[in-house]
Every structure is written in structure tokens, then in C-alpha cells.
């Protein structure tokens, strides 16, 4: 900047030459300044979300949903999140694929980088986003309850500066998180998800089949789906009619995409498939652990959705007949609108009548 300016000040420069000069220096400078800067509120709240047909479930909520509000941003930015524990048990968030390089405070693990925030306390973390991907975050309190059957997680999905030529053909994106539950501590806060504890209903984004929704396409769609696996279980998830192309694995670009029609979800796993939709009908995807595809025991439940093409026509004893159509269950529309954190509004819960706990 000195040499520059120098070379600005010099009277052999001519006034058209030094304006060339200050449009360079005025890009070089906004190349530099290129990462955002974002800075997010969240709560967590005690709420109740309806996981499937009578079935409800008390929760931890991030800003008081399940899954927890989109974050999206992109690679290379900095992140700013102040989060305010308005529950009755102390929680922390760890930003999961986040490699806090020069950061490491801001991990998230109660006792080791922190103390947990306590009800009624805020906390506020600062971080980069090194790496693009398929992040996502969760509690890293008492994991065993709360993020694998209370909730306590979100996307946190980070652009890439120079995404793939396949990725840049993508018209259409889906985030997938899946978990499970145990209705025996649905209502009961501070139990639960221990390894005698069975898990009895399955999910995706937090909703068992028949109340998970479709994804709609059109021939001609290229889909991005990103699995992440939110809770303690491994969900095969099974793809009708269509090749899966497995592109990242927990956000890591593979050397060797390779083609599977089942992808394997394990806890804390993320897979990014893009998947060309060339095939027009009605094609399920459900997980191919069996037991999963029940509701308590009752068939058909779990984390299923269905593709359904634009143009093929709906048959009166089709399962989701007349069905009322969310287009953004599986984040499809917040994924458009840019970055920044957005909640969305079917995945809110209603919040409990229960005293809080006063400090
Ligand atoms: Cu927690």
C-alpha cells in the first residue's frame, strides 16, 4: 500500500493514469474484504414439536425449532452467534465440521473449551468457516439426550468459493437430517438416551411419516440432497428409481464420486448426492433399516418422503392424495434466499406451560 500510494503521489503519474490506479487498488482492496462478516441471535427454548400422528415430543429448540434455523454462509467468512439458553438445563453449541484453527475456544464442549451456559445466560461465539461443506451444529451437553432424542441441532452449510462444474447444475437442494426418538422420555427433560434406552420412532427433520413431505421435481431437475445424521442411529436411506451420486462425504469433495442407490447415514456423517431426475412417476425414498419404517411399531412411518414429478398425475388412493404441500420441509426455499440464518415456521413448536426455572 506505501509503494502504491508513493507511485500516486509521484507528479510524472497523470491524473487519467491515477485514476486507473485508484479503481485498481479499490478492487484489490475489495478482493481482500471479499468474507462477510455475519452476525445471528439464537435462543434455545423448551417447546413441543409433533413428531408423528400422536405422537409429540418436548424438545430443546434452537430459536424454537426442530430442526434448528438454516445457517448458510460462505467459506471464508466469519461467524458471530450469541445464544441464549432460555431453558431450564445448561446446554453449549459445537459447530461441527468447523475446525476452529486458532479458535479453539469457541468448540463448544462444556468443560473443556467452556462452561456450559447456563439457564438463563448467554454465550457468544466467534469463529471463521475454513472449510466448505455440509456442516451442521448441535448441543455438546449431555449429548445422549439432547441432541440424539431433544432436538439440539441444525445446518450449517457453507458455500464453496469454487464449487464443481456438477454442483454448479444443481437446480434444486435438500438438506435431510435424520434422528429418532423414545417416546417412554418425551415429556420427561433430563432423561433418556441412554444405552438401555430403545428408540421407537424415526425421522427426518424431525417429522415421521405420513406428516415428512415430498420432494416435487421436474424432468430435467438436478437434486442435491445433503444427509446429515442428527441423532444416534444409522439410516440406510434408499432411493427409488434413480442413481445417487455421492459427491462429499462430511463436506470433503471425493477424489472418485461414485453412484450407490443406498447411502449409509451414521451419527455425525454427512453426504452430499446429486441425482439427475430423469426418471418421471412417483419414487419413494425410506430408510432400509426396517424397524425404521415404523411409527412405535405401526407401519408405514419413519423417514420417508417421495418424489413426485411434475405432470404425473395424482390418483385418488395415492397416500398423500390432497396432501398440503410444504416446499421449504426440507430447507428447499431457504437455501435460495442467499446467506444468513433463517428460521422457518413449520418446523416451530408450541411452547410449554411450565415454570422456568428463576435464577
Ligand atoms: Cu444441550
Known amino acids: ?83 441464549t439458553n432460555n431453558s431450564t438445563l445448561p446446554h453449549t453449541v459445537h459447530w461441527h465440521g468447523v475446525n476452529q484453527i486458532g479458535s479453539w475456544q469457541q468448540d463448544g464442549v462444556p468443560d473443556v473449551t467452556q462452561k456450559a451456559i447456563q439457564p438463563g445466560e448467554s454465550y457468544t461465539y466467534r469463529f471463521n468457516v475454513d472449510r466448505p461443506g455440509s456442516l451442521w451444529y448441535h448441543c455438546h451437553v449431555n449429548v445422549w439426550e439432547h441432541v440424539a432424542i431433544r432436538g439440539m441441532w441444525g445446518p450449517l452449510i457453507v458455500e464453496p468459493k469454487n464449487p464443481s462444474a456438477l454442483e454448479k447444475e444443481v437446480t434444486l437442494d435438500a438438506i435431510l437430517m435424520m434422528s429418532a426418538w423414545q417416546s417412554p422420555y418425551a415429556n420427561v427433560f433430563g432423561q433418556g438416551g441412554g444405552p438401555k434406552d430403545v428408540s421407537d420412532y424415526f425421522s427426518v427433520n424431525g417429522r415421521s411419516f405420513p406428516i415428512t413431505q415430498p420432494i416435487r421435481v421436474k424432468k430435467g431437475d438436478v437434486l442435491r440432497m445433503r444427509f446429515i445424521g442428527a441423532g444416534d442411529e444409522t439410516h440406510q436411506m434408499h432411493m427409488h428409481g434413480h442413481d445417487m451420486l455421492v459427491t462429499h462425504k462430511d463436506g470433503y469433495p471425493l477424489a472418485s464420486p461414485y453412484y450407490v442407490d443406498t447411502v449409509s447415514v451414521g451419527p455425525g456423517e454427512r453426504y452430499d448426492v446429486i441425482v439427475k431426475m430423469n426418471n418421471p412417476g412417483r419414487f419413494i425414498m425410506h430408510d432400509h433399516i426396517d424397524k425404521h419404517m415404523t411409527n412405535n411399531g405401526a407401519s408405514l412411518g419413519g423417514p420417508v418422503t417421495i418424489f413426485e414429478y411434475e405432470g404425473i398425475k395424482t390418483d385418488d388412493w395415492y397416500v398423500w392424495h390432497g396432501k398440503a404441500y410444504d416446499p421449504n420441509f426440507f430447507y428447499s426455499d431457504s437455501l435460495k434466499k442467499g446467506y444468513g440464518l433463517f428460521n422457518s415456521a413449520p418446523f416451530m413448536g408450541t411452547v410449554n406451560k411450565q415454570r422456568r426455572r428463576r435464577r
Open 1 to 83: 500500500m506505501t509503494i502504491s500510494l508513493n507511485i500516486l503521489r509521484a507528479s510524472s503519474v497523470s491524473c487519467y493514469f491515477r485514476n486507473i490506479l485508484v479503481i485498481f487498488l479499490l478492487a484489490g482492496i475489495a478482493t481482500v474484504c471479499e468474507a462477510a462478516q455475519h452476525e445471528f441471535d439464537m435462543s434455545i427454548d423448551e417447546v413441543t414439536i409433533d413428531v408423528a400422528p400422536g405422537f409429540s415430543n418436548k424438545v430443546f429448540a434452537f430459536n424454537g425449532q426442530v430442526p434448528g434455523p438454516l445457517i448458510h454462509v460462505k467459506e471464508g467468512d466469519d461467524v458471530m452467534v450469541h445464544v
